[in-house]
């Protein structure tokens, strides 16, 4: 891994788990659980011009990475409702470089850490009441093709952590 990986994939890119065992969902469920707390420790006493740091040179910065995990986990959580209520729905992709760049990712992180906190509540009550069956329903993501729960609960255990590693790693190198 070269050092721009190191900063862009600071746990690694993503590798899907070969199986989803019980036990597996019940650790990526308290992942997602520990999520809000973890991103609020994360940026916790950073001011403004800390969260306008780009975790890496050409990447987001702080704020825009706040607001991409309250944009990605909402659509995510979105995503889950259909694939348990409709028939391997297709999905609607979005231009996550473009949403990061409208003026909302702009605003304070106040408003994003508090979406991220009632919705990872509510995510986290549907993923614990699901059965294993329901796991292998799935939708069909546009670009990635069947993407059945199990797998995403799997890719947004590792996104929050991923996320969550470009700002402490920043905080890191910068001595915050």
């Known amino acids: 891994m070269t050092n721009s990986d190191d900063l862009r994939y600071p746990i690694g890119r993503f590798n899907p788990p070969g199986e989803s065992t019980p036990s597996m969902r019940a650790a990526q469920i308290q992942t997602l659980r520990n999520l809000p707390e973890r991103l609020r420790a994360a940026v916790a006493g950073l001011n403004d011009a800390q969260l306008d740091t780009p975790y890496r040179e050409g990447g987001w910065t702080v704020r825009q990475v706040v607001h991409h995990l309250a944009d990605s986990h909402a ?51 549907l993923l614990e009441s699901l059965s294993d069956e329901e796991f292998q329903k799935g939708y069909n993501h546009p670009e990635r093709g069947r993407q059945p729960l199990a797998a995403a609960l799997a890719m947004y255990d590792w996104h929050g952590r991923h996320h969550t590693a470009h700002i402490t790693s920043l905080r890191a190198r910068q001595g915050w």
């Not at 992180?109 to 990872?120: A, Q």
């Open 75 to 125: 659509n995510a959580f979105l995503r889950f409702k259909h694939a348990l209520t409709e028939d391997w729905p297709t999905i609607k992709a979005y231009d996550e470089a473009a949403w990061a760049k409208l003026a909302d990712s702009r605003l304070p992180i106040s408003s994003p850490l508090i979406l991220i906190d009632g919705l990872h509540e509510r995510w986290v009550a």
